[in-house]
């Protein structure tokens, strides 16, 4: 598996990136019901807001800060159930980690893995830099910060899975151990939080969920209607503009391609992809599939919805629907 965590080709694509700047806010997708914050967080986010971030390794026998990103409000892009996502003045983009619990279900069997053999997950460097934060530290200090070394070691491990499966649709992401940089509440300096993050390329295009319109209005409890009302999805293509019988054949493929590889991991491995629209991008102009987000739960902690025998079957089915829109 360490093979899969070479990272040559990955720098090679950031450094590209970080020479050319950023695309136009209003190219970059947007997906419409990516969630935002919540007005407190809002107004919390613009009193003290982060500045930047930057990478932590273990240099002269020492903590090590380099590669300075600046980050703020106005750089916000949304946040997902594990990660706030932020553009970069290139055309990167970066996640800070949100805070997990170990009751989290993204701490399952691919955790434990990691936890048992960090070393197979992690770099000789990390592994020194964790326990040289470990150190005067009490059980809880330590358990902290090594559950932040082994979570970043699952992101890499559930990235390389994905990544040797469907090599060709795996964005060039680089994980690492970062310090976020949040402006103090009283008085100046900042204030420092240790998460894993990862940066990633910036890709012009659209996620699904961006051609989805709502449709009639799905089954529920009157309940459920009247606080939470949801859509069954339709598809509009046309908001791609004009495409070629042959890139809609190509994008058809690669998502079968993605449903196939993740039935085998559900049916083989008892593992679920969250191959959910928002976590998947067709790029413009070049119509390519790009799988961005790489989190995998064991089958059994998985939120399954009702109906499907297994709960990656849901998002395969919308998907499904998403190709029949094709018309081809």
């Not at 102009?285 to 902690?301: A, G, M, N, Q, R």
Request: glycine share 6%; proline share 5%.
């Amino acid at each position: 598996m360490r093979s899969a965590f070479d990272e040559e080709w990955i720098d090679r694509a950031l450094e590209k990136a970080r020479e050319t700047l950023a695309p136009r806010k209003e190219l970059i997708p947007v997906d419409f019901q990516l969630r935002q914050h919540s007005l407190p967080r809002r107004i919390y986010e613009r009193v003290v807001p982060l500045s930047h971030v930057m990478r932590l390794q273990m240099r002269y026998e020492r903590p090590f800060l380099d590669d300075f990103m600046p980050v703020g409000p106005d750089s916000y892009i949304g946040r997902g159930s594990y990660k706030f996502v932020y553009s970069l003045p290139w055309r990167m983009v970066v996640k800070v980690g949100k805070n997990i619990m170990p009751s989290d279900p993204l701490c399952g069997s691919l955790f434990r893995e990691v936890a048992r053999e960090p070393e197979k997950f992690l770099k000789k460097e990390e592994l020194e830099l964790m326990e040289f934060l470990c150190r005067g530290r009490t059980t809880a200090g330590k358990e902290k910060i090594r559950f932040n070394f082994y979570r970043l070691g699952l992101e890499r491990y559930s990235y390389a899975i994905v990544k040797q499966g469907l090599p060709d649709m795996v964005l060039p992401t680089r994980f690492f151990m970062g310090i976020r940089y949040r402006r103090s509440l009283f008085g100046r300096g900042h204030t420092e939080t240790m998460r894993p993050m990862d940066t990633q390329l910036m890709l012009v295009g659209k996620h699904l969920k961006e051609l989805a319109v709502s449709g009639k209005k799905a089954k529920q409890g009157r309940v459920g209607q009247f606080f939470n009302p949801k859509f069954e999805f339709e598809f509009d293509i046309g908001r791609f503009g004009a495409v070629k019988k042959k890139q809609l054949e190509k994008i058809r493929d690669d998502l079968l391609r993605l449903v196939g590889f993740t039935e085998a991991l559900a049916e083989k491995e008892k593992l679920i992809l969250d191959i959910h629209t928002e976590n998947l991008i067709i790029t413009i102009p070049e119509f390519e599939l790009k799988v961005f987000d790489f989190h995998i739960f064991d089958e059994h902690l998985y939120t399954a919805a009702r109906g499907y025998d297994r709960p990656e079957q849901e998002h395969i089915e919308v998907i499904g629907k998403f190709i029949d829109s094709f018309g081809l």
